[in-house]
């Protein structure tokens, strides 16, 4: 089944603990991104990467890393992570970057930070 | 000032019923238009696509954009309470305008159809 998986699903911590969320598609795209989802924010763009190696800032970057090692993985790092941090994080991919490529999501990453 | 505005709802109607949703936007370089559905606890899923201005039908649905107007619909014909989700509008420019695989999206607006 054709899918965007990430891990964990729920996540809490404190102030300052290091964390890694997981995030992995099948669909062998060329494109992966990171959002966050805040109420009456919507979701905005944390990190995106075109490809192996090639990665960006999107319009949330502070306080986030990414790295794109393999096509399939895109994890999302929060070296020191803060209260304003808790959200609800979607990884999303799809097979190009151009605008009109249909981007899948993943079923959400809900963090809180304490 | 946002770049796109959606209204956060609640919108609770009866089956059966008309929906529309809209979202308003600013920048006048977004070229595709995308209606996203979100079951609660899920990701957003793709449900309509437009490029440029028109009307797109697909089903019970269809998505009109009005960009003299920089105003975007969703019409949910025969609405069914497995309907019921949140609605988000997206929108991204042209690649020749730097436009990468960027959505920006509306709020979302919650819709519940009860029977």
């Known amino acids: 089944e054709a899918q965007v998986t990430q891990n964990p699903r729920y996540l809490i911590t404190v102030t300052g603990k290091k964390l890694t969320v997981t995030c992995s598609q099948n669909m062998n795209h060329e494109y992966m991104s990171w959002y966050r989802q805040d109420p009456g924010l919507g979701l905005r763009q944390i990190y995106y990467?075109?490809?192996?190696?090639?990665?960006d800032k999107g319009d949330v970057p502070e306080g986030y890393k990414v790295s794109r090692k393999e096509k399939r993985n895109f994890p999302l790092i929060l070296e020191s992570p803060s209260p304003n941090q808790t959200s609800l994080y979607f990884c999303?991919?799809?097979?190009?970057?151009?605008?009109?490529?249909?981007?899948?999501f993943g079923p959400g990453t809900r963090l809180t930070v304490t | 000032q946002k770049e796109v505005e959606q209204d956060p709802g609640p919108l609770s109607v009866p089956e059966g019923a008309i929906v529309s949703l809209n979202c308003t936007y600013s920048?006048?370089?977004?070229?595709?238009f995308m209606w996203y559905r979100q079951y609660s606890r899920k990701g957003p899923e793709l449900l309509m696509y437009?490029?440029?201005?028109g009307n797109k039908e697909d089903g019970r649905f269809t998505a009109q954009v009005d960009k003299s107007s920089k105003y975007i619909s969703l019409f949910i014909r025969d609405s069914q309470p497995s309907d019921s989700a949140t609605y988000l509008c997206?929108?991204?420019?042209?690649?020749?305008?730097?436009?990468?695989?960027?959505?920006?999206f509306g709020a979302g607006t919650r819709l519940a159809v009860h029977p």
């Open positions: 990467s075109m490809n192996v190696e090639v990665t």
């Open positions: 437009t490029y440029s201005s």
């Open positions: 997206a929108m991204s420019r042209s690649m020749f305008s730097g436009g990468y695989n960027k959505l920006i």
């Open positions: 920048n006048s370089a977004f070229q595709y």
């Open positions: 999303a991919s799809s097979l190009s970057g151009g605008p009109s490529y249909e981007q899948y």
